[in-house]
């Protein structure tokens, strides 16, 4: 099956190529009404930079999931693919901020590969419901902030007392 990323369901990612025009329009005014030679080398490196998020933009909109009878492959927005066995998934479930943002994960722990899926793409409830057709049960993860999903699986995962904090860590250092 294929998940593919909807454009419509994070219209933000419009600010990419617009930033990218924006910074090519610049430079082009610092051509016309400022300095020449200052305005090609602010070209230059604008054009550098706007073709990179040009690039990052178009695999944005081609990232995509793709699961078959082996695993699930991850295209990502940076352009390369995480590839992960049915048979290495340990844990899977739904992360839910305080915030109400809300995303699907998939964890192997023996790879320690933790793959997040955004609410951008499409069909994410059969996408759960696959994944729960590989045997796995899927989790339900809380936290404050967006990005604390890492933080809330390892508090599922390891007991209490085993848990380092890199903190107190290192002020016994």
Known sequence: MLYQFQLKRNLKSLLVPLIA???ILASVAI???YHPLLGVLALLVSGFISYHLIKFFRNTLKSHIRTSEEGLV???ALGSDSEVAWDEVT???WYTADT???ELFVYAEGKD???TIPPQYDGMNELSEEIKSHGLTMLSLNGEEIDGLADALRQELVPEGEIIDDEEEADQD
């Open 21 to 23: 025009l924006g910074l």
């Open 31 to 33: 051509i016309v009404f």
């Open 74 to 76: 991850c295209a990502t």
């Open 91 to 93: 844990h899977a479930g």
């Open 100 to 102: 109400g943002y809300r």
């Open 113 to 115: 590969q933790l793959l």
